[in-house]
Every structure is written in structure tokens, then in C-alpha cells.
């Protein structure tokens, strides 16, 4: 068959791919190739062992593809002649195209060094439905669970499962859990509310080997310390799936992540790259980058399908700003760009300023809650970073500190920012926590 675009790979940045390159050049022939009949919604994996109930509740919808007219076919792109412009999908059938968007993702690392990892009851958090389905059943009658790894996900799929019934422990070889992401302060607060809902966790501390005869019966834990187990969720991290990419001669960084332009052109004309399985730069050093978001991922998405036939100098992916928030029961944190640790280790001049007020007005709502910024600002006042702890509403506005990061916003564009305030819905405009946290920093700067 032919194609005008092919997009191999379909979660949700080569969804947002197919529909960005359809909706734009509507005369074009659009397919997109993936191996799942039903693709789960990457940030809502954790929750299906509890909140939703099922992963027939977490799945991407294809209405917008197929409303859109994308072609969407079923099965795997083993190979790919980049000169020919033939992609050969498993089943033995061959595909033309005239332009070419690789997002094949990323995969759970699994050590090689760990000894019992291939015993029954071991599991990852992978993007398949097939494998989260099994997976949830066999922890049905599993009480003991011990999760390796206190990042989002490990923290997120521990707080689903003892919210289930279940025994946890989490493992985090880092003195902190969330520690990549958080400043301590916040951190701890996660920690706190993790262990009050009834999670255990040990931190500083590293998993040396799996116990267990066929199946597993336990951890060894540094210094020789054992710990009972009915299963073991290694919770250690993604890495980019570029093995077909390496397939094509696409090049490849140091990484593992397929290089990209500011475009997500690969090194071969016609074929770009998107989401985990591409190149990322800090948005604010320049560094090589492993953060794998959806976010970013959708962003990338759009610059691509924007990108396909003709460069739009606006339509750029300037590197990942980091863009993260969570929930630990009905408390909520989120950070977008450098932690105070992260920025101070980079070299750069900061000042921080933290503010705790109230996401209503009045606060006595019977859902209020208090609602914490934390911004960290360089020298010249250039916002760098912010962290964010309280409700629902935490999400959105870590959403609006990455907005000012991206788009290079002062202190002092926030101190005369307008804002839309309601009594049920936001912070008092007197006393909204962003604003006041501006206030502090403002001041510090002053006395620089």
C-alpha cells in the first residue's frame, strides 16, 4: 500500500502525530501503524489498580483519528529501507510513504545485574494493556508487594495497591523518595502522606537480588537485609526503544535516544522523531535530557506533524522544561523546570521564595486546602523552576509556571500579571500563593 505520512508507534504522541499531520494537510494520506488494538493512557496506568477499576476505563480513544479520516493498521514495523521509503510490517506486508514520524517509545528498565528477574510474580509497569490486564490479576491474591524505585510511578502504583488491600513497601536506593524531581521540604511532605495512608518505605537503601524457587519469596536488601515478598514491581525507569530507529541508521545519541533537530528531523531527510524514543535537550542548560513525559511527548507530536512539508520557525520544540505533578490521596504536588538542588548544582545564581496560603476565598470551603509555591528565580530575576503542593488545583497551576519558564517570564511579569479569580474556584487575588511567592523572591533580589 502507499501512504503520503506513516507514523509507527501509536500512544499518545504518535496519536497527537497523525491528527497534527491530518489536520493540517487534510490532502494527505495518513496511517498510523501500532501493534496494541487499544492503546492505554500512558499517566493513568498506576490508577488502574484502583481508581478507575479497569484499563477499559484508561484507553486512548481513536474517534478524533478516525473522524479525522487517519488510517489506523495493526501489527509491527520490523524493518525500515529509509532509501526506498518502504516500511515491512510483520505480518509480511509493505508499506510506501513519503514522509516518516518514529515514535516507538520507551520500555521499563530491568537491571542485568539483578539476579530474580525472570521469577513468576515479577513484574513492570509497561503501555501494554495485555500485560497490565495479566498483571492485575495475578496481584489480586498476592498480599505482600514490594515496589523498587520511589519515582512517579512506583510512588503512584504503591498508593493504588495498599489503597486495594494490599501490603506495600517501597525500596528507593535514593535518600528521598520523588528525590529527581522535588526539593526536600517537599519531598518529605510527600513522604508523610505516603506513610499515613499506609505505605512503608525505606530509602538510602538498594535491592541486591529477588528471593525465590520459580516464584518469588522475597528481597535482599543492602547489608544483607531480607524482607518477605509475594510479588516484586521493579518501578526503575524507562528506556528509549530505538531498536528500529537503530534498524534505519537513524543516529543514535549517547543516551539511547535518537537524535533530533529543534524540527524532530532525524539525520535522514523525510524521517522525523517524537516522544521517548527521541532526543531530548534541557529546555534551560542545553544538557542531553532523559525526562520522558506525555507532555513533552504531545509537543513534539505537533512540532513534527507541523514540520512535515515545510519549516514553520514558531512551530519549534525548544527542549524539555519538565513538567511533573502528582497526587498522594487528595494532596497534590508539582514541579516544572530546576528544583533549588538542581539549579544550584548547574551553576546557577538563585534565589528561592516560598509562599502557603489558601486555594479559596474565603477558606473555610469544606474542600479547601492549603496550597504552597515555591519559585526559584535567577539572579536577573528569570524564573527558573517552581514547586507546587496542595489540591486538585496544584496541576494546573504548575501548568502555568512551565508557561513562564517556557516563555521566559521575570519576577516582575509576575508581580503585574492579571488574574482571573472566583471564591470556589481559586486563591484570594490578595493573597494568591504564585503572586506572594513572586513578592518574597522580589524582595531577596532587592537585597542582592
Same mark, same amino acid.
Given at each position: ?78 524493518? $525500515?529501507?529509509?532509501?526506498? !521509503?518502504?516500511?515491512?510490517?510483520? =505480518?509480511?506486508?509493505? @508499506?510506501?510513504? +513519503? %514522509? *516518516?514520524? /518514529? ?6 528498565? $530491568?537491571?542485568?545485574?539483578? !539476579?530474580?528477574?525472570?521469577?513468576? =510474580?515479577?513484574?513492570? @509497569?509497561?503501555? +501494554? %494493556? *495485555?500485560? /497490565? ?316
Amino acid at each position: 500500500m502507499k501512504t503520503d505520512v506513516l507514523v509507527i508507534g501509536g500512544s499518545a504522541a504518535g496519536l497527537v502525530a497523525a491528527t497534527t499531520a491530518k489536520s493540517n494537510h487534510p490532502d494527505k494520506k495518513v496511517t498510523l501503524v501500532r501493534k496494541e488494538e487499544k492503546v492505554m493512557i500512558p499517566c493513568g496506568i498506576p490508577y488502574i489498580f484502583s481508581t478507575v477499576g479497569t484499563s477499559e476505563k484508561n484507553i486512548l480513544p481513536d474517534a478524533g483519528l478516525n473522524q479525522l479520516g487517519v488510517e489506523i493498521k495493526f501489527g509491527e514495523v520490523t524493518d $525500515v529501507d529509509t532509501d526506498k !521509503k518502504i516500511a515491512k510490517v510483520k =505480518n509480511g506486508e509493505e @508499506i510506501e510513504y +513519503d %514522509k *516518516l514520524i /518514529l515514535g516507538t517509545g520507551s520500555r521499563p528498565v $530491568v537491571p542485568g545485574w539483578l !539476579k530474580g528477574t525472570e521469577l513468576a =510474580n515479577v513484574f513492570t @509497569i509497561p503501555k +501494554d %494493556k *495485555l500485560y /497490565l490486564d495479566d498483571t492485575k490479576e495475578k496481584l489480586k491474591n498476592l498480599k505482600k508487594i514490594v515496589i523498587v524505585g520511589a519515582g512517579f510511578i512506583g510512588v503512584e502504583t504503591a498508593d493504588e495497591l495498599q489503597s486495594n488491600g494490599h501490603e506495600v513497601t517501597i525500596v528507593e536506593i535514593m535518600p528521598r523518595i520523588l528525590g529527581l524531581a522535588f526539593d526536600e521540604e517537599f519531598a518529605a511532605a510527600a513522604l508523610e502522606k505516603l506513610t499515613a495512608r499506609g505505605v512503608a518505605v525505606k530509602t538510602g537503601m538498594a535491592i541486591r537480588e529477588i528471593l525465590g524457587d520459580g516464584k518469588v519469596a522475597g528481597v535482599k536488601l543492602d547489608g544483607g537485609e531480607t524482607m518477605e515478598a509475594d510479588a516484586v514491581i521493579l518501578a526503575l525507569g524507562y528506556a528509549p526503544n530505538s531498536d528500529l530507529a537503530k534498524k534505519m541508521g537513524l543516529e543514535v545519541n549517547e543516551l539511547g535516544f535518537v537524535k533530533a533537530d529543534q524540527y524532530k528531523r532525524t539525520s535522514k531527510k523525510d524521517h522525523f522523531v517524537i516522544g521517548d524514543c527521541s532526543e531530548k535537550r534541557d529546555f534551560l542548560t542545553g544538557k542531553l535530557s532523559r525526562i520522558m513525559l506525555a507532555s513533552a511527548a504531545c509537543a513534539e507530536a505537533r512540532v513534527a506533524g507541523l514540520n512535515l512539508y515545510s519549516l514553520s520557525t514558531v512551530s519549534t520544540f525548544r527542549g524539555t522544561i519538565g513538567i511533573y505533578s502528582t497526587c498522594v490521596g487528595d494532596t497534590a504536588y508539582g514541579v516544572a523546570g530546576l528544583n533549588e538542588v538542581s539549579a544550584r548544582n548547574e551553576g546557577f545564581d538563585i534565589v528561592t521564595g516560598s509562599f502557603t496560603g489558601i486555594d479559596t476565598h474565603p477558606g473555610c470551603m469544606a474542600y479547601s486546602q492549603k496550597q504552597t509555591v515555591k519559585l526559584i528565580v535567577s539572579k536577573c530575576g528569570a524564573i527558573l523552576g517552581g514547586e507546587t503542593m496542595g489540591g486538585r488545583s496544584v496541576g494546573e497551576l504548575t501548568n502555568v509556571i512551565g508557561f513562564a519558564i517556557q516563555n521566559k517570564m521575570t519576577v516582575n511579569d509576575l508581580l503585574v500579571a492579571q488574574i482571573g479569580t472566583h471564591p470556589m474556584l481559586t486563591a484570594s487575588p490578595a493573597g494568591y500563593p504564585l503572586i506572594k511567592a513572586a513578592e518574597v523572591v522580589a524582595k531577596e533580589l532587592r537585597k542582592k
